[in-house]
Each structure stands twice: as C-alpha cells, then as structure tokens.
C-alpha cells in the first residue's frame, strides 16, 4: 500500500523555521523525485520545492529561494523541507508529491502569524 505521510506543520512567527517530514512507504522511493508542493484555499496547488532520486539536483521557485531547502534520505524513505525566515504569505498545506507515482500525500498545515 502506497502510503505519503506529512508531518511538522503547525503555528510559527515570521521569521521564524519549520521543518516538514514525508515519510514514503510501498512504492521504490529512491527511483523518484520528490517534491514539496503547497495551496492555499481558491487556489492551484503549486510546486515549490524538487530533488531528484539522488538527492543531487534540487530546484526551487522563486518566492522560497534561499529559505527552504528540500533534502531527502533514501536509507529512511524520507523527505524534508527545511523552511526558515517564514513569511506570512508561506500559510498553505504542503503536500509532499512522489513524481514516479503522480501521487500527492494528506497534506501538513503552515500558518505563519504573529
């Protein structure tokens, strides 16, 4: 059973980090990309966050460069993002997505407020 498990969102100040968790199972997670993708209510859920099988290549959109960081671990079926200087504009539900399986997780809820 293919199974995208989301965890580490919560309630944080701006500026402030989080740090979210994917934990993949049933599918061969190391021949995947992963990304980190998030929405927020009325609109498109978007990629922000890729890295490759390897864990070698990542790729970013704009408005997370140089504060998030997706990272992965094959050994524990993982994958992270590390989100630091969080704005109020990052609020959304982060989805992990498993590119070989064209599979979205439940989803982890980010609220950035002071």
């Known amino acids: 059973q293919v199974q995208l498990v989301e965890s580490g969102g919560g309630l944080v100040q701006p500026g402030g980090s989080l740090r979210l968790s994917c934990a993949a199972s049933?599918?061969?997670?190391?021949?995947?990309?992963m990304s980190w993708g998030r929405q927020v209510p009325e609109n498109e859920r978007e990629l922000v966050a890729t890295?490759?099988?390897?864990?070698?290549?990542?790729n970013y959109v704009d408005s997370v460069k140089g504060r998030f960081t997706i990272s992965r671990d094959n050994a524990k079926n993982t994958v992270y993002l590390q989100m630091n200087s969080l704005k109020p504009e990052d609020t959304a539900v982060y989805y992990c997505?498993?590119?070989?399986?064209?599979?979205w997780g439940q989803g982890t809820q980010v609220n950035v407020s002071s």
């Open positions: 997505y498993a590119h070989l399986l064209h599979r």
């Open positions: 890295v490759i099988n390897t864990g070698g290549t990542t």
């Open positions: 049933g599918f061969a997670f190391a021949r995947s990309a």
